[in-house]
Each structure stands twice: as C-alpha cells, then as structure tokens.
C-alpha cells in the first residue's frame, strides 16, 4: 500500500541485536530448539528464512555472541533481498521512485549500523 499508493520514497528495514527471533533460528539451526523443526510450528515456519543464512555464518567459527549479531544483521539483508521479489517494489526501484535502506541497531549502547550494498557490509552511521 505505501509504495503503490502512497507513493513512499524510503523504506528502512531495521533490525536489533538481542533480537527473539534471530536467537530462535539460531537455537533450531544449532539443534537446541527441536520443537521449531516440527512442520505445525508456527516459530518455525517464520524463522526458516533465516535458516541459510545461519550455515553462512556458522562456518565463520566466531563466538556465539558475534553469530547472533551477524544472524541480526543477515535478517536485515535477508529482508532487503525479499522486499525486492516484490514486482511493484522492484518497478518503484528501478524507476528510482523508491530506495531501500537496510539498518542495524544495538541496542544497548544506541549504536547503529547502515548497510552499504556495494561493501556488502554494515558500516557505522
């Protein structure tokens, strides 16, 4: 409705550290969470977008308070990805109607981080 009527610009996607359902994906894919692997898990069902980005990140062999974090931060990605499978999405952004800014935000120390599609990365803001 924003974008086909309302004529948005901007659409921020924002993700959080301490993040429910980034740690849910992470304890399904880990083996710790059993009962979101169950077909009429409604969790479960929600979390699996996550669930290759989780792999990616795993074999990165970083701390687990660090695979939360980039999990977090792949979620923004993974949303950015699937906002443009949209086709009014990906006509308002090829037109140059509309952009899409992916953001991160820890919040405990009020740090926010913008991804940079051409780095590929998270850059501070």
């Not at 993040?19 to 169950?38: D, R």
């Not at 699937?82 to 086709?87: G, I, R």
């Not at 935000?105 to 780095?119: C, K, L, N, Y």
Request: hydrophobic letters at 40%; proline letters at 4%; glycine letters at 10%.
């Amino acid at each position: 409705y924003a974008v086909k009527h309302l004529g948005v610009a901007h659409i921020v996607v924002i993700g959080h550290s301490s993040c429910g359902g980034v740690a849910a994906c992470h304890a399904m894919c880990s083996g710790h969470a059993p009962e979101f692997e169950e077909k009429d898990s409604f969790i479960g069902r929600w979390i699996d977008i996550l669930r290759p980005g989780f792999q990616a990140i795993k074999e990165r062999n970083l701390p687990e308070e660090e695979e939360l974090t980039a999990m977090e931060q792949q979620g923004v990605r993974v949303s950015l990805q699937n906002l443009t499978t949209y086709p009014f999405v990906a006509d308002a952004l090829e037109a140059g109607r509309l952009t899409i800014h992916g953001v991160w935000f820890e919040i405990g120390t009020g740090r926010m981080m913008a991804f940079d599609g051409e780095a590929q990365a998270f850059q501070p803001i």
